[in-house]
Nanobody, 115 residues
Framework: QVRLVESGEGLVQPGGSLRLSCAAS????????MEWYRQAPEKQRELVAQITTGGSTNYADFVEGRFTISRDNSKNTVDLQMNDLKPEDTAVYYCRGFTIRGDYWGQGTQVTVSS
């Protein structure tokens, strides 16, 4: 059974930092492209960051150098370090892993940025 489980949910003040983690099981993790998405209330889900099987990274324009995605193939985890958080970063953050053989999502974890 494939599972992607996010953790790191939290409430943080503007300018603060938060680290999300996604633990994968049931897949050959190193073969999967891993991504973080987010969905704010009444908005469409959007891509935040991607890390390929080779470790190359891509970010949405709104990240503006504030977030870093990383993966640890020995632990089957992908993390998203978020710095200088803004109220508009408030959303449910989802982990996604995909290859040509499968496309899997986690259940999401809430990030709230508020003073």
């Amino acid at each position: 059974q494939v599972r992607l489980v996010e953790s790191g949910e939290g409430l943080v003040q503007p300018g603060g930092s938060l680290r999300l983690s996604c633990a994968a099981s049931g897949i050959i993790f190193r073969l999967y492209v891993m991504e973080w998405y987010r969905q704010a209330p009444e908005k469409q889900r959007e891509l935040v960051a991607q890390i390929t099987t080779g470790g190359s990274t891509n970010y949405a324009d709104f990240v503006e150098g504030r977030f870093t995605i990383s993966r640890d193939n020995s632990k089957n985890t992908v993390d998203l370090q978020m710095n200088d958080l803004k109220p508009e970063d408030t959303a449910v953050y989802y982990c996604r892993g995909f290859t040509i053989r499968g496309d899997y999502w986690g259940q999401g974890t809430q990030v709230t940025v508020s003073s």
